[in-house]
């Protein structure tokens, strides 16, 4: 008998998890019995399923009033995405609060300066993650997860196991060439580098584009240092022990040994939002607090 | 102000082996007062210091903390203190974008025979640490 799946997405979402779990349609229709998924299926209510797959960032009051009817069913959960397992963009949030954020973008930058009030949920004082309010088996990190990951991660949750997950970083399995030595004398934010001028062959660090690789973890393949693009850190962070933004703070600072300091203040001002772009919410310090001046 | 004068700060120092931690003895050994509210966590180098550590020293409820090197350029280990240099100033950045005083977070170089600058910064420290009153992470 197949399993009774239901795929919840919190208010968060942005659409990328639910297109790739699109993509592997006929393997979830080959695995389980879809019960509840409003962007398959026509269904109201996810009672009488027996596994969860749930998908975003908790943010809302109606978000933890789903997750509480979930954890009542008392039913297998796994986390799909980089934001129900880390918090993943919207946790930077985080760095302002939920209802700062509404009042800005919703009064601030629009024409008519409205803040919506009737039938939407209240918005939580900051965005949590899913493990903090139902009990997560396992999860599968990505902003989206790879499609090619994706079915092994299925069949974990249809036979009720744990997804193992590499504790690798990126630079382990990065084909770039690394010297393993760095002279380098500046910072280059990846907007302000010359394609022309950088050897796309070799590590990225290295020739001083900031990179993520070192602090994040392995299940992507390293596309994006493939790719020209420095590693942004979608995965999240190397082992559950870790904090994303010490481990990268640590391996870049160690690399920028030669730089001037003062560069070093004048490039990394948005320092959270480099280091913690994907996984705030997990972090140690989680979000902004209020201290003396 | 007379509740900032019971505000009595936790703070954790880490030293390196070489010049903190022995500059922190000699402070002792030469009678030099400095309060107790420095709990010293001795490390081999302060580039051992992972800013993991700090985070965490702030997760659990330091008011404060202090990582005590060697001067530049005298590191036992060579580069050690460069790279903490480096990631203090990012850290404190860091902090300050989580709205944590960077002032709470500390890097001084005293040398294995500086027992009174040792006892000099290190009371220095608590005093404005007492200004800035408890940290806004400890549970209360
Ligand atoms: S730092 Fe980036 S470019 Fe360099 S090896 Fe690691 S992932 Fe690859
Ligand atoms: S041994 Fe003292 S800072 Fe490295």
């Known amino acids: 008998m197949k399993k009774k799946l239901a795929i919840v997405s919190l208010s968060g979402i942005c659409g990328g998890c639910e297109t790739v779990l699109g993509v592997v349609i006929e393997k979830i229709e080959e695995l389980f019995d879809l019960v509840y998924a409003p962007m398959f299926v026509d269904s109201q209510d996810f009672s009488d399923a027996d596994v969860f797959i749930v998908i975003g960032p908790v943010e809302t009051k109606e978000d933890v009033e789903i997750l509480e009817k979930i954890r009542k069913l008392n039913k297998p959960v796994y986390a799909f995405g980089t934001c129900a397992a880390y918090g993943g963009i919207p946790g930077l949030i985080n760095l302002y609060g939920l209802d700062e954020t509404v009042v800005e973008i919703y009064k601030n930058r629009t024409k008519s300066g409205l803040v919506p009030s009737r039938d939407v949920p209240k918005p939580l004082k900051f965005v949590d993650l899913v493990a903090n309010h139902v009990n997560v088996v396992s999860f599968i990190p990505g902003c989206p997860p790879l499609v090619d990951k994706v079915p092994e991660f299925l069949e974990a949750v249809a036979k009720g196991e744990k997804f193992v997950l590499p504790e690798k970083s990126v630079c382990d399995v990065c084909p770039l060439e690394k010297k393993g030595k760095s002279e380098i004398t500046r910072i280059l934010l990846i907007n302000e580098v010359d394609p022309n001028e950088i050897d796309w062959n070799r590590c990225l660090l290295e020739q001083g584009i900031l990179c993520m690789g070192p602090a994040t973890r392995a299940l992507c393949d390293a596309h994006c240092p493939q790719r020209r693009m420095p590693c942004f850190g979608c995965m999240g962070p190397i082992s559950e022990k870790m904090d994303q933004g010490a481990s990268a703070l640590k391996a870049i600072a160690s690399v920028l040994v030669n730089v001037d300091i003062e560069e070093i203040k004048k490039k990394l001002k948005d320092a959270v939002g480099l280091f913690y772009k994907f996984s705030l919410p997990s972090s140690i310090l989680k979000h902004k607090w209020e201290d003396t001046k | ?140």
């Open chain 2, 1 to 140: 102000m007379s509740k900032s004068e019971q505000f009595e700060p936790r703070i954790i120092a880490f030293c390196c082996n070489w010049c903190g931690y022995a500059g922190a003895d000699l402070a002792g050994a030469s009678g030099y007062r400095y309060p107790a509210n420095i709990v010293i966590i001795r490390v081999m180098c302060s580039g051992r210091v992972d800013p993991m550590f700090i985070l965490r020293a702030f997760q659990f409820g330091a008011d404060g903390v202090m990582v005590i090197g060697c001067h530049p350029g005298d590191c036992h280990y060579g580069k050690g203190n460069f790279f903490t240099l480096r990631r203090v100033k990012i850290l404190k950045r860091l902090l300050e974008q989580f709205g944590i005083n960077p002032k709470r977070l500390r890097l001084e170089w005293v040398s294995a025979a500086e027992g009174e600058k040792f006892a000099r910064v290190v009371n220095e420290f608590v005093n404005e640490i007492k200004k800035l009153g408890p940290s806004p992470l400890k549970k209360r």
